[in-house]
């Protein structure tokens, strides 16, 4: 298949635009069109067998991750059935092509963990029919509830650890208000974490929930908090969650940590989340 390629995309100029019959390709220079197919393939493969690189199937979203030509990629497809579907991403813009620019966005501004490398959309009729973002992922990430889980489970393990990571985690989300970026989806399971000599690093998924260069309330910190909060592993007690507050506060030179924490255990318990001892 031939792709008729323009110079450079709109928003960088290290993109490049590529038509293919009705897919259209927005990708890094650096990723040949080549690539980007046998990576789709790659995706449409992993759902035969034991879909081990299956890391996500639902309705709406569907995510791999695999490795190819020595880089870790991930695939995000996103699936638009239903003309409820159709016409509220026509009237909204597609949550794919969101997540692309945003995920580029955040690049630009330093947060590099996960690397947007493509857009591939197919219309018809102006209706999305198809779209895939593809990203390169640094090795060894995983989910913030999964590494919570198995990294400080056990009671036994020590406190000055769980303290360590938790001050930088904080860290993490400090950089992100200062700069701007918040997430409308903040459950743990969107923050990816990676541990190397007792460091860690911190990345976010689903691009497309974020929200850039607007002032953050203070509804919208609230919310955030209480996200985490309800989806965070029961064995950080309440003593850990406002240590983690006050930490996150002093960073952000707020001073209202009092009237905030009670606020989060308000909505929270409002949401069925039980306070862990």
């Known amino acids: 298949m031939k792709a008729r390629t323009h110079p450079h995309h709109k928003w960088n100029d290290s993109f490049s635009v590529a038509k293919m019959d009705r897919w259209q390709v927005f990708s890094r220079e650096e990723w040949k069109i080549e690539n980007l197919q046998e990576i789709l393939n790659r995706h449409g493969d992993s759902f035969s067998g034991g879909k081990e690189c299956v890391v996500k199937e639902g309705r709406r979203t569907v995510v791999t991750l695999f490795e190819f030509a020595g880089r870790t990629v991930c695939v995000k497809e996103y699936r638009s059935k239903g003309i409820g579907l159709k016409l509220k991403e026509l009237l909204r813009g597609s949550k794919a092509r969101k997540a692309w620019v945003k995920g580029n966005e955040i690049f630009k501004r330093g947060i590099t963990a996960i690397n947007p490398v493509a857009l591939v959309e197919k219309r018809r009729w102006g209706y999305l029919k198809e779209a895939f973002l593809i990203m390169e992922s640094h090795p060894g990430f995983v989910d913030l509830r999964s590494y919570a889980r198995d990294g400080f489970g056990d009671p036994q393990r020590g406190r000055t650890r769980k303290r360590v990571f938790m001050r930088q985690l904080a860290a993490f989300l400090a950089g992100l208000y200062n700069l701007k970026i918040a997430h409308r989806d903040l459950k743990i399971t969107n923050i990816l974490v990676k541990e190397i000599d007792h460091r860690w690093s911190f990345a976010l998924t689903d691009w497309e929930d974020l ?22 592993p029961l064995f950080f007690s309440v003593r850990d969650r406002l240590w983690f507050l006050r930490e996150y506060f002093t960073l952000i030179g707020r001073d209202d940590v009092k009237r905030v924490s009670r606020e989060v255990i308000r909505r929270s318990e409002k949401r069925g989340w039980a306070a862990p001892i």
């Open 211 to 232: 929200e850039l260069d607007k002032q953050i309330t203070s509804n919208r910190l609230v919310k955030g908090l209480v996200q985490m909060n309800t989806s965070d």
